[in-house]
């Protein structure tokens, strides 16, 4: 009896010489894949690093206008703990021309007050009206992050 030989199919990973080629080889296509989800991976971390830098947040921030009897108003712009990253430096600027109108370093509570240039305003004269012109005139960022405006109501104190 003569043993009959089964028909196979052949295999596509191998040439017509039979070997398999360079590229099917399954430790290369491990470590291409392993190359390429660490290259991904990298880039979300550098996307992510060099987005914006420390951020602020403007729902913690508050206008503060203060005046005090027979002195000239102040204007600060006050951040409640957590507004922004400690050691971080908050610079405040007007949105129409960016007038830089104060700077400050973030405390160890993420809080900050800066004192505002009255320059652009007549503070001295303002009305409650007035207050929200000015808040919504104001923008502020940590570091190099997004400028973002004050979302808190202003506050003004007569002392």
Request: with cysteine; net charge neutral; aromatic share 4%.
């Amino acid at each position: 009896m003569d043993p009959q030989i089964e028909p196979t199919t052949p295999d596509p990973a191998t040439t017509e010489a039979g070997s398999t080629p360079f590229w099917a080889s399954r430790p290369l296509l491990l470590a291409l894949g392993l190359f390429a989800g660490a290259l991904v991976i990298i880039l979300v971390l550098v996307a992510r690093a060099g987005s914006g830098g420390s951020s602020l947040d403007a729902r913690l921030l508050t206008l503060e206008l203060s005046y005090p009897a027979g002195q000239t108003a102040v204007a600060n712009i006050n951040g409640q703990p957590a507004a922004a990253q400690a050691g971080a430096t908050v610079t405040c600027r007007a949105v129409d021309g960016h007038q830089r109108l104060g700077r400050a370093t973030v405390n160890s509570d993420g809080s900050f007050d800066v004192a505002l240039d009255p320059g652009p305003w007549p503070i001295d004269s303002l009305t409650g009206d007035g207050a929200k012109t000015i808040n919504a005139r104001v923008e502020c960022r940590a570091g190099s992050g997004d400028w973002v405006k004050p979302l808190r109501q202003p506050r003004v104190r007569i002392i």
